[in-house]
């Protein structure tokens, strides 16, 4: 009986071909394009100069900034308004001013200050402005400093040497770091939104009272329905880590296994949570919003795009609920970090935990409906 049903589901599934396109070409596009787009790092930052000293050490400061990749000098301004104007029409997004005797200050002083003015409306990018300028007058300042202090070859002056080594990903690039997230967030979308449109097809069309009176168990019922999204969803997570190779370079430095292993129980709490969003959907436009307002929160509480610690004590509670950012840091663990299935087992026991649950509340719920 349930081989004939599973049957019946992969017929019903490959005779629709929009499923087949959203379950497997939209995947690919998304894992291609959004790594690609989603780049926490922000460059072509637009600003204004307003250099009153035009000495050398203010177009050394200047040119630095120019040439960083993260600047692109915009405007040269001549006078405050000027530097005023272009900020508040969103010309440039900072605006650098270096004072008259800038120099002679630095040099008979030992002290000289510049002005940035930066465009707050997008905070992250007006930190991320200052932060990446102070640097770079920093580093300028000290090649300064270190031009006119000459120490002798064994210098009484204590000094501190610092060394550093990023690991996991030390190039810092974001599209390791957000390609395996966005492989979770292809799996849960495969697994609830596409199961969760698909039963709710059969109830509009009928067949799903022609099911309640057949000898069909509840559980059969529910498992023909979820394992075809099943294999479908291992078939998506294989044709995404290609993906992640061929045009990432990205493979997983830990065992496939481990892998497979924590999507084939993901993928079982993501099926149960979209065949809770059936049970609870009379129409696919009803699925379709339950669905989206689900994925909404799976995405802003998976620590995809925000780090979980630095998220408000019960914003980190609904995070540990949510089964998505398990398995997205378990994605990345393997991935970038060659974690093993020891390192990760309470990740593995909680997926295991959201499983049962999600399909319990799926199970009871269609009997009581088909009840």
Not at 6 to 25: D, T
Not at 286 to 308: C, D, H, K, N
Request: a neutral charge.
């Amino acid at each position: 009986m349930l081989r004939a049903l599973i049957k019946k589901e992969f017929s019903q599934i490959f005779r629709n071909p929009s499923i087949i396109r959203m379950m497997l070409a939209a995947p690919i596009i998304q894992l291609i394009v959004i790594p690609l787009a989603a780049d926490f790092e922000v460059k072509n930052i637009n600003i204004a100069v307003l250099d009153w000293d035009h000495s050398t050490y203010s177009e050394k400061i200047v040119n630095r900034m120019g040439a960083s990749g993260y600047f692109v000098i915009k405007e040269v301004a001549h006078s405050p308004e000027e530097a005023q104007a272009a900020l508040d029409h969103g010309t440039v997004d900072l605006v650098v001013e270096i004072p008259a005797r800038f120099e002679r200050e630095l040099v008979r002083e030992d002290e000289a200050k510049i002005f940035l003015r930066a465009d707050a409306v997008n905070g992250v990018k007006a930190g991320l402005a200052m932060n990446y300028s102070g640097q770079i007058i920093s580093q300028v300042n000290q090649e300064i400093r270190q031009d006119f202090v000459q120490f002798p070859r064994f210098s009484p002056v204590p000094t501190m040497d610092i060394s550093t080594r990023f690991w996991y990903n030390p190039d810092f690039n974001y599209r390791h770091y957000m390609a395996p997230g966005i492989l979770a967030l292809l799996l849960v979308m495969v697994g609830s939104m596409m199961c969760a449109l698909n039963i709710v097809r059969e109830r509009e069309i009928g067949t799903m009272e022609q099911m309640n009176v057949t000898p069909v168990k509840s559980y059969q019922f529910l498992l023909a329905k979820l394992i075809p999204f099943w294999i479908i969803g291992l078939v998506s997570l294989t044709i995404g880590l290609t993906v992640c190779y061929l045009v990432f370079g990205l493979y997983p430095l830990g065992s496939y296994l481990t892998i497979y292993l924590f999507a084939m129980v993901f993928l079982i709490a993501s099926l149960g949570i979209g065949q809770i969003v059936a049970s609870f959907s009379e129409n696919q436009q009803q699925a379709t919003l339950f669905s989206f307002f689900f994925m909404m929160m799976f995405v802003l509480l998976s620590g995809l795009y925000t780090s979980i610690e630095s998220m408000p004590d019960w914003a980190r509670y609904l995070a540990l609920a949510n089964p998505v950012s398990h398995f997205v840091d378990v994605m990345r663990s393997v991935m970038l970090k060659g974690s093993n299935f020891y390192d990760l087992q309470h990740r593995f026991w909680a997926l295991v935990g959201f499983a049962v649950l999600f399909n319990a509340i799926a199970v009871l719920n269609y009997r009581k409906r088909a009840g």
